[in-house]
Structure formats: structure tokens, C-alpha cells
């Protein structure tokens, strides 16, 4: 049988394949207890004593360190509930610098010294861990010989039980730090710019007379889009598996021409995929609510119901593991790439984001009554003056080098940064502006109770896919996020600027009250000077358009194309002043993630660079060749116009693996230059290389070509 059509009947194959169905009964109800394996608040208050719920809630609310004996308890009681749960390990699950988790299991079992073994778990084992972090990247924060990182317990996102068919470990969410007390992970920052964001909130809420909230979190829920493959498909294709993209693959002759998926009929096979992905993430007790076909071939989307940011983050990073975890048991691949085919469109990851008060009040939810919906206003203005400050370090804040395929590649936001508010809150802030605020349009429905202030439209309908950052209706949606990127960082940014401009507008508000003002009487003022400053990152029309591009321009936002352009923005003066002054990341950490950023794109790019040339020079070539010899063979004067054809095409490939070759060869250098170099001078080469294998492939025998090719990797499963 000739060459991959075996591997297509294998992945057509997915009833035999699919050995893992009726595994567990998915329709039973029993088998689909929501948080089942989760040491939420309520199983708390089942087990741990009253006064020890008391202290730790005391000493959370507080953000006090737990007194030994009290973390002692709480060890006990989750140790007993694990081991009943049939866990036999613990890990302190952590999120360093590279962008994914790590963890590192130790049992629950010590020896007993007399032939048996005793479960052991202490306080001091829940609440701080010391992994071998040597190898984790710091960004230079930590030099070898002050190897020392600490894992620290989370308390505030619930610990839980992962299960393996083998087995279960008990994962304890914690934040890692190095010995000095700086940030070698995600978490930190993130939980210092919520307490940001917290503080400013509090600050603006108390000036609109509510004296009730206590805290204010962000809220957020991430819609992740990902792309499945039969593995059959994926092991035959070394690019995939080093890099999770395809280096080659000539277009096929269906793509999404016929936007026959997107919202289509979801397949068997992949339902059942998901129903199991979904079981098992409700038994961690992570939300999920949405799933349906995207737009590309094989692309799917899951989504889940919005929660504390910091929650959020860790049951997304979840997300992504088990998409990938189960998929092997359907003989799938999850790919969570940006771009992992060419010409197809690539994965994002929409990131929904909103505020809200411990009392549960949206900030972002036009109100229903006058001093909220001028609270709507105020936060908005602060969103608004946020994003146009620090657009540069939003854009950082998303970089890499997958979304480097991705943005402005017109079906994602471009990578200008903007913001769309829709027509009818675009027309209050625009009335605002004028000072003529005489009301909303037609279905405006909520006064604001003064003569000058327009009303607010309760629910925004306009929604734009375009922006990278859209108003809809009760929260802004930052789109341009990455499918594989964790969350962390980018909601860190979006806290912070936020807690920024929040604190600014109140400074400014309070100073004009001091003059005696009302809070009425100032606030349009306040707004209206920050909206006209910054008003020129508000588009509300289509961001994938060439005039906006030149709009952009004339108008002077950035545009910074690609990851070595956006990464010197975590470093810039107003960044390092804008983190410091929050109090989210000192300027040696900063430099640390710039650093460690600036070294993944450069050594991710690398090991794309080296496996092209390898796949073109041991795989492609040689297909070509063989193809030759076969035409060649055909004899003197004959099909002489295929074997010229061949002959071109083929030569054309070798200067382009040798221009390939030399490129990789790179100069020693490191950071913000080789990445640099390896934008400038090693991408055009593996495209030239990619170029020179996708115009074989259209001519080469498909028994002699080694690679699955788009049409079977895309539409068989
Ligand atoms: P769409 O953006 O496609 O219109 P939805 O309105 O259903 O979809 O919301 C998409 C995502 O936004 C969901 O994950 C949802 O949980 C999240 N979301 C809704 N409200 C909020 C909020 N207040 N804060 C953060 N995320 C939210
Ligand atoms: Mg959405």
C-alpha cells in the first residue's frame, strides 16, 4: 500500500483505535461530580474544625503567614482526604518562567524503621517546598551558587486531586520565588497586581459613596482554541513533534473555503474527546461551559464560566494540560500552536476580563442606577487610558514566536494594539468629549440622573471580531492572547495598568472635589481630559482593513510586528516606573522575564530552524531525487519537460537548504541580538526552504513523499 495511505486508514480508523470508550460511563451522573477531587472551601468547612476555619480565614483575609500549628492541622486533614481519594503522592504544582507548570511528586509514605511505612505530611510539607531549581530559567535572578527556590502555598486557589489510570497525586497550588524574595514564576506578579488593582478599586469605589466592598477582584474567563490530529499523522512528522508546527506543507485543495466547520456538526470522535476532557476537568472543579467547532479544519474551542482571575489562570493552565492528556487516549494530538499550519487559519486564546467587587458587583456592567452607571464610566475611562499608555507592553505581554504567524495575518488582531467600544458607548465618550451630553441613542434605557450626563445602553448588542481588545457588554475581551501562552502574564499587565490609571483618574477626582466640587459636578471634567488624551486608541471599525494599518499610523500607535520588537517594551521607562509604582515586579525582575523571553523565542526559532534543514536534506530531498531517477529512467528524449521541471525545482531546494544551513550557523550572541539575527536572518531562510519543499511536493510521487500532507492531517479522523 502506498505511503501514508496506510496511516489514513489508520486514523480513519477510530472505533477499534478508540479503546477508551465506555472506559468510564460518561452518562452516569455518578461518574461526573463537580469538584469531586478538590479541597474546596465546602469540603473544608466538612472536615477541618470550626476554630481552624476561623483562624485560616482570619489569617487570608488578613494576608497574614500561617501560624505552624495551624498549617499542621489543615496538612492533616488533606493528607487524610488525598489518601482516601487514592492519592499516594504530593506535589507543590508550580508556574516558572518557561510558560507551562512543573511539579515534582514526593509520597505521602516514609519509612517507619521497623519494616513498614507511616504516611507522612506536615505543615511545613503544605506550606513551603524546595525543588532542585537550578534549572529553571530566572533571567539571571539567581545565580548557581544561590541555587536555592522555594515553592509557596497558594492558599487561595484550592489544592486538588489529579488522577492518572494508575495512580493520583495531590497538587498543591504554589508560588515560586528565589531566596532573595523575587518572582521566579507567573503567580506572584499576578497575585501582587490584583492586590493592585484591589487597593485602586477600593480607593475609586469609596469616592462614589460605597462603603460596603471590601476587596476587588478581576475576573476571567479564557476562551481556548486548539486543533486535534490523529496521531497517526503527528509521529510522521518530525516538525510537529519537536516544534508543534508544520515547517512544510503545500496548500491543499480544500481549506475553510467552504466554511463547512466552523459551528458544524461537532464529529463523534471528537465529542467523545471532549465529554472526557470535560468530565475530568469538572472533577478538578474547573467550569467549563462552552465547546464548538472554529473556524479551520480540525480546530475546535473550549470555554469555561469566568472566575477570580488567579483561580482562572490555574484551571486554564489545566485546561491545556488535559486537552493534551487525553487526547492520546483517543489516539489524538492536541495542538495548541498558534499557527501550526500554514495558510490555515491559527489558534487563539480570547481572554475575557472584567472586575467585580467581594459583594459581586460587575465594575464593567453598566449599572442600574445613576451612580453606577457614572462608576461605568469612571472604569471604562481607566480601561481606556490603560491600554493607550501602555499599549507597547500589552503587545510584550502576548508576544512570542508562534504569534508571530499569527497577528495581523487578517484572522487575528493585527498587532497594533487598540480598543473597540462599540457604537453606542463610542458615542457617550464621544458626547462626553464635546460636553454635550444629552442622552444615548435610540435604545439607550438608563439615565445617569443629571442633565449632563447621557444615558447607558444596558447591553451593547455590536460585537466586533476584529479588535484585539473589544468592550462586550459587561467585561473587554482581550483577543489577542496566543493559544499556547499561559494567562498570567497578560492579566498581570491588564491588572496593573488598570490599578494604574484607576489610581490616577481618583487623584485627579479627589483633587477636583477638594475644590468643593460634587462628585457630578467633577467627574465629567476628570473624564473628558483623560478620554481626549486618549482617545486615539479607540477604532471601532474592521482592524483587519489596510486603512486601519495607515489609519494606525497617521494616529501614532505602535506597530511592533514581531517578538524582538514588542520584548523591549518590559523594560522601557514607563514600564519599570508603572510595575514599581504598583508594586507588581522591581526592574531586576522585569529584566529577568526580558531576558528569559528574549532567549525562548530565539531558542524555540532555533529548533524549528534545525529541523527544517534536517527534514528538507534526510527526508524531502532525497523524495525528490528518487522521483528524478524514476523519470530519468524512462529513458534518453522522453517526458524531458518533467525531468527539466524536476531538475529546477530541485536545484532551487539545495541552495535553499545550503542558504538554510549558513543561516544556522549563527554568530555567538545572546538575548534581544540573536533573537534579532534570528528574526532577520534565519526565518527568511527556513521560508526559502519552505517554499523551494511545498513546490516538490506538488510534483513529487505521493508514494515517495515522506511527509502526511495538509488535506490528510486536516479533514481524516
Ligand atoms: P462571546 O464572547 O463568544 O460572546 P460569552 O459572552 O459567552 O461569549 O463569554 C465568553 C467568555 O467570557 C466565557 O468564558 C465567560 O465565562 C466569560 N465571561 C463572561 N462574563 C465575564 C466576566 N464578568 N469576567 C470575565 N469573564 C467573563
Ligand atoms: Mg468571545
Not at 358 to 374: A, H, I, K, T, V
Request: glycine residues 8%; negative net charge.
Amino acid at each position: 500500500m502506498a505511503r501514508t495511505s496506510e496511516l489514513n486508514l489508520t486514523a480513519a480508523q477510530w472505533s477499534p483505535n478508540g479503546g477508551t470508550l465506555g472506559r468510564t460511563d460518561l452518562t452516569s451522573a455518578s461518574n461526573f461530580t463537580f469538584g469531586q477531587k478538590v479541597f474546596s472551601p465546602a469540603l473544608q468547612r466538612q472536615r477541618l474544625p470550626k476554630t481552624v476555619l476561623q483562624q485560616l480565614h482570619r489569617t487570608l483575609d488578613n494576608g497574614e503567614p500561617l501560624a505552624p500549628g495551624l498549617a499542621d492541622m489543615i496538612a492533616s486533614t488533606m493528607r487524610e482526604w488525598a489518601l482516601e481519594n487514592g492519592a499516594t503522592h504530593f506535589t507543590h504544582w508550580f508556574q516558572p518562567l518557561t510558560g507551562s507548570t512543573a511539579e515534582k511528586h514526593d509520597s505521602f509514605f516514609s519509612d517507619a524503621g521497623d519494616g513498614t511505612a507511616i504516611t507522612d505530611f506536615s505543615g511545613k510539607d503544605l506550606i513551603r517546598g524546595e525543588p532542585d531549581a537550578s534549572s529553571f530559567p530566572t533571567g539571571g535572578i539567581r545565580s548557581t551558587f544561590e541555587a536555592r527556590g522555594y515553592t509557596a502555598w497558594d492558599p487561595t486557589s484550592p489544592a486538588f486531586i489529579l488522577d492518572n489510570p494508575n495512580g493520583a497525586v495531590l497538587c498543591i497550588p504554589t508560588a515560586f520565588t528565589s531566596w532573595t524574595g523575587e518572582a521566579l514564576d507567573m503567580k506572584i506578579p499576578l497575585l501582587r497586581s490584583m492586590d493592585a488593582l484591589s487597593r485602586a478599586g477600593i480607593r475609586a469605589l469609596r469616592l462614589f459613596g460605597n462603603e460596603s466592598a471590601r476587596r476587588i477582584f478581576t475576573t476571567i474567563g479564557s476562551e481556548q482554541e486548539y486543533f486535534l490530529i490523529d496521531e497517526a499523522y503527528y509521529f510522521a512528522r518530525p516538525d510537529l513533534v519537536s516544534s508543534g508546527r508544520t515547517l512544510f506543507g503545500a496548500k491543499p485543495a480544500k481549506g475553510h473555503e467552504l466554511d463547512d466547520h466552523y459551528f458544524g456538526s461537532i464529529p463523534e470522535r471528537v465529542l467523545a474527546y471532549m465529554l472526557d476532557v470535560e468530565r475530568q476537568l469538572a472533577k478538578i472543579g474547573v467550569p467549563i461551559k462552552t465547546r464548538h467547532n472554529e473556524v479551520a479544519p480540525a480546530q475546535y474551542e473550549i470555554a469555561p464560566i469566568f472566575e477570580n482571575t488567579n483561580v482562572g489562570v490555574d484551571h486554564q493552565l489545566m485546561t491545556m494540560q488535559l486537552l493534551k492528556s487525553v487526547a492520546r487516549s483517543y489516539d489524538f494530538v492536541c495542538l495548541l500552536h498558534e499557527k501550526p499550519f500554514a495558510g490555515v487559519n491559527g489558534s487563539g486564546k480570547h481572554n475575557n476580563w472584567s472586575m467585580g467587587t467581594d459583594l459581586g458587583e460587575n465594575l464593567f456592567d453598566p449599572g442600574d442606577n445613576p451612580r453606577q452607571n457614572l462608576q461605568f464610566l469612571f472604569m471604562c475611562t481607566a480601561v481606556i487610558q490603560a491600554v493607550n499608555r501602555h499599549q507597547g507592553l500589552l503587545r510584550a505581554a502576548i508576544a512570542g514566536p508562534g504569534q508571530d504567524h499569527r497577528l495581523g495575518a487578517n484572522e487575528a488582531p493585527p498587532a497594533i494594539i487598540s480598543i473597540f467600544l462599540g457604537s453606542e458607548l463610542g458615542e457617550i465618550f464621544e458626547q462626553l468629549e464635546k460636553g454635550n451630553l444629552t442622552g444615548g441613542g435610540e435604545r439607550a434605557t438608563m439615565g445617569l440622573g443629571t442633565a449632563t450626563l447621557p444615558e447607558l445602553p444596558k447591553d451593547t448588542g455590536d460585537r466586533n471580531r476584529t479588535s484585539p481588545f473589544a468592550f462586550t457588554g459587561n467585561k473587554f475581551e482581550f483577543r489577542a492572547v496566543g493559544s499556547s501562552d499561559s494567562p498570567s502574564f497578560p492579566n498581570t499587565v491588564l491588572n496593573t495598568i488598570a490599578a494604574e490609571a484607576v489610581s490616577d483618574l481618583c487623584d485627579k477626582l479627589e483633587a477636583a472635589m477638594d475644590g468643593g466640587s460634587s462628585l457630578e459636578e467633577a467627574l465629567p471634567g476628570v473624564l473628558r481630559e483623560s478620554y481626549a488624551a486618549n482617545k486615539q486608541v479607540v477604532f471601532n471599525g474592521d482592524n483587519y482593513s489596510e486603512e486601519w494599518h495607515a489609519e494606525a499610523e497617521r494616529r501614532g500607535l505602535l506597530n511592533l510586528r514581531t517578538t524582538p520588537d514588542a520584548l523591549p517594551q518590559l523594560t522601557s521607562e514607563r514600564t519599570v516606573e508603572l510595575f514599581g509604582s504598583q508594586g507588581v515586579l522591581s526592574e531586576r525582575e522585569l529584566e529577568a522575564r526580558f531576558e528569559v523571553y528574549a532567549e525562548q523565542y530565539a531558542t524555540k526559532v532555533n529548533i524549528e530552524a534545525e529541523t527544517a534543514a534536517s527534514i528538507a536534506r534526510t527526508m524531502l530531498l532525497p523524495a525528490a531525487v528518487r522521483h528524478l531517477a524514476m523519470l530519468q529512467a524512462t529513458g534518453e528524449g522522453v517526458l524531458w519537460e518533467l525531468k527539466e521541471e524536476i531538475g529546477k525545482k530541485i536545484e532551487t531546494f539545495v541552495d535553499a537548504i545550503q542558504g538554510l544551513d549558513d543561516a544556522n550557523r549563527h554568530p555567538d550572541g545572546e538575548g534581544i541580538e540573536l533573537a534579532e539575527y534570528i528574526r532577520d536572518t534565519v526565518l527568511p531562510a527556513m521560508e526559502g526552504v519552505r517554499t523551494a519543499g511545498d513546490a516538490l511536493e506538488r510534483v513529487v510521487a505521493d508514494d515517495l513523499w515522506p511527509l502526511p500532507k495538509y488535506g490528510e492531517i486536516l479533514h481524516i479522523r
